[in-house]
């Protein structure tokens, strides 16, 4: 057997997720990196150069991952240099085009969260609740982030565009009403829905809703009960 023929032999498929942050983020690595028809991609993978792997690209809101085939080339520094097989820049030629005409066979409409929580527990379990494709809303997904305290929320707020706030009104730092009352009035956002959340009962009722909030949730909550209430404050299709 020569060397080359073992070298054949030892090549195993790879599997490796790139995730972007959103459809803008994908399309740019493409028109920079991705059309030239390779990739370079951090992993931390002990992958030998002329393994073949299999690339699943994606961001919230795409329907299914973009799946190509590829060469190591080189690596260096924890970064793998992939090339694509032949036939690949063609399939993704056409992908990035229904991408970036919003085809809703390709891409949902895509709300980002805000969930300002300081229970990791819970924080946890609503982001990977609202990234469940099982949930009730229809042809929307989700791109969910965590804030712990109130006051990383109003610094993600400043930087980040958000379409709903989900805060719990007992916070560190800064608490949900303060967060609420803030986002109204310093950051000027009178028309971001805000759904407040505690187990406080009436007394975090009446400050939630003075402060400016839309909706007010009892803890514990469920998932599709959320989820109904943010439909009825942003006009989102339900399943029934």
Not at 22 to 31: C, G, K, N, Q
């Amino acid at each position: 057997m020569t060397d080359e023929d073992r070298r054949s032999d030892e090549r195993y498929a790879v599997a490796l997720r790139v995730d972007y942050d959103d459809a803008d983020d994908l399309i740019a690595d493409y028109t920079e990196n991705l059309s030239s028809g390779g990739a370079c991609v951090a992993s931390t993978r002990d992958v030998a150069i002329g393994t073949e792997v299999k690339l699943a690209l994606s961001f919230p809101g795409l329907v299914s991952p973009i799946r190509v085939d590829g060469i190591v080339r080189w690596c260096r520094d924890d970064m793998l240099g992939i090339e694509f097989i032949d036939g690949v820049r063609a399939k993704l030629d056409a992908l990035i085009a229904r991408i970036q005409s919003r085809d809703p066979d390709v891409v949902k409409r895509t709300l980002r969260v805000l969930v300002v929580e300081d229970n990791p527990h819970i924080a946890q379990l609503l982001r990977h609740g609202l990234g469940d494709d099982r949930k009730v809303i229809t042809d929307i997904a989700f791109d969910c982030r965590v804030a712990s305290d109130g006051q990383v929320a109003l610094e993600m707020l400043r930087e980040q565009r958000f379409d709903v706030l989900i805060v719990d009104i007992y916070l560190p730092v800064l608490d949900g009403a303060g967060v609420i009352a803030a986002v109204r009035t310093k950051l000027d956002m009178p028309n971001l829905p805000i759904i407040a959340v505690s187990g406080g009962g009436d007394s975090a009722r009446r400050e939630a809703m003075a402060a400016g909030a839309n909706l007010f949730i009892d803890k514990p909550m469920r998932l599709k009960s959320l989820l109904e209430r943010m439909r009825e404050i942003m006009n989102l299709d339900v399943a029934r």
